[in-house]
């Protein structure tokens, strides 16, 4: 488990609250700052609901206060009580920050693999759709 000064703690976030789950094309170094309602203007695509679902349930939280080392991120939004929110998605470390709850969380390891594959699939039909 990849872990920055401080302990994981039990999940906080009620996933199941969430729906209209999309991931963005966005390729340069300042994605981690646009604010959720910018996102729009972003070539996106639909991820599947019930798969976000089975793999952020699975997430751990980190111990508040406790930061990461971003080095890449996919970038995705969903809506929680009909308000839009945005969660940064390491391309690596099985990591997220979920800009709603302010809060990281981290997939177990014996998860990554199927998260990472489903994440990339679904990017690589934004770049097919772009041929």
């Known amino acids: 488990m990849l872990m920055l000064n401080g302990r994981a703690s039990a999940q906080t976030t009620d996933w199941q609250q969430t729906s209209h789950w999309k991931i963005y094309k966005i390729h340069h170094s300042g994605s981690l700052r646009l604010p959720v309602d910018s ?35 996919f970038i995705a939004s969903y809506e929680r009580d009909q308000n839009p929110a945005k969660l940064d998605i ?10 709603y709850s302010k809060q990281y969380f981290e997939l177990p390891e014996p998860y990554r693999a199927g ?15 772009d041929q």
């Open 39 to 73: 996102l729009q203007s972003f070539k996106h695509i639909g991820l599947n609901k019930d798969t976000m679902h089975y793999y952020l349930q699975k997430m751990i939280a980190w111990s508040r206060g406790k930061t990461a080392v971003w080095l890449g991120a």
């Open 90 to 99: 390491s391309v690596y470390g099985g990591f997220i920050f979920d800009e």
């Open 115 to 129: 998260w990472l594959e489903f994440l990339n699939r679904t990017m690589d039909r934004i770049e097919t759709n």
